[in-house]
């Protein structure tokens, strides 16, 4: 009789038997001369034909699994590809399919959208910049200057650039960008009593040209924003932020997911050169802090699918907008109200290869559909296989079972690799 937990192990014609605290190897041509073994304990150990049944299974075995991995693997690199060449693709959308260009968008107009915010900080310094008025006044309040959000940033689709307009906002929109806090402290005076000074500064620039800066308005700091301080994409010479694809709890990419809203704008690359003391640039700073990780979604139906993965909100293409986690902005955007919204860069920068790009989404797709056949059809070979080792385990365990204790014995597959299968029979002890 075998002791209880006693692991055996067949491999080259031999069977290996492994107790709690003896290992020894057997080899049953010796053991028939003299060994010193029972008949019974003979018999178990010849079962040569099984024994290399089973090894060959397990072989089979093994290599079903491991042409399953690499199957698998291939499909999570097709799916990788897809989604960044789908990201690709939701940069120039519309560029071939909005045959309505709304001239308010292009770059040499989005002056006007500024110039028509006649009581805002913006529309102010935009005026006396383009006019040439009062220079010796404007001096102060320009130095130090990067611009204005809205034009230090273009967006290749008319969708995408009205919905990110509504969820910044127009204030946001016509927030002023300097590069650091002394520049922006000539903009304001104050009396004794901590009041802003409506003769003095901008508002007195303001006032000159008959104007009057309604409310508060927005500066950006740019050395003193906190950056993104992560990796850019290698050799992208727009300097896009390497973010994770967001991933849905099954694994999964989120279907629809367009890329993240800092990514989709596109800078001009004479603002690319404008970086802060410590080499941060405007998507590093400036746009990140505006958008995080804003994920940008192709409709509202994709965006709701994706919850599960958003974390610093979505928009998408067709309007909705989620600012956080479990804040949605409903209802329909006031047409009628003043707006600015990014422009649309020239032609020749949106072009691209869009029809190249659909090829070679179409190529993988194509090839993730035939990885996916190979992949059930693996899964078919390993669980035929599976089937069939079983069956043979179970006459080996009837084998060893004649062999020893009828009733008794009960063999369980432990391992197989490479070709070496481990079973372990469980005996109960013998009763006195």
Known sequence: MHPTGQQMSFQNGLFNVQGPSTTMQLDPKETQNGGGMSQAEFALFNSDRLQSDL????????????????????KNKLDE????????????????TCTIENTNLQGEDINEQILRQVNSAAGVLSYV????????????????VVGVVAKLGKVNDQNLSQVLSDYLGTRSMLALVYKDYKSVKPL???????????????????????????????????????????????????????LPNPKLPNGEYPPG??????????????????VTAYGYGLRETLFYSLFSQLQVYKTRVDMISALPCITDGAVSLDGGIIRKTGIFTLGSRDVAAANVRFAKPSASQTTGNYSEAERQMNELR????????????????RDHAL????????EFVRCLSQSSCP?????????????FIIVQMNQPKSIL
């Open 55 to 74: 090894e060959a299974m397990g072989n089979k075995i093994k290599e079903h699994e491991d042409n399953l991995k690499f199957l698998k693997s291939q």
């Open 81 to 96: 590809s897809i989604l960044k060449l789908q990201v690709h693709m939701g940069k120039l959308h519309t560029s071939g």
């Open 129 to 144: 910049q383009s006019h040439h008025y009062s220079e010796a006044l404007q001096l102060d309040m320009t130095n130090g």
């Open 188 to 242: 304001e005076k104050y009396d004794n009593q901590g009041n802003v000074d409506r003769s003095g500064a901008i508002h007195g620039l303001a006032s000159s040209i008959g104007r009057t800066i309604e409310g508060r308005f927005d500066v950006i700091c740019l050395e003193n924003l906190r950056p993104y301080v992560g990796k850019c994409i290698a050799g992208d010479p727009q300097r896009r932020l390497d």
């Open 257 to 274: 997911f367009l890329g993240y809203a800092v990514n989709l704008i596109q800078i001009d690359p004479a603002y690319l050169l404008c």
């Open 366 to 381: 194509w090839t993730k559909e035939k990885t996916l056949e190979d992949i059930k059809r693996a899964q078919v070979l």
């Open 387 to 394: 089937y069939n080792f079983g069956k043979k385990k179970e």
């Open 407 to 419: 009733n008794e014995v009960s063999v369980n597959l432990l391992d197989v690799t490479s070709g």
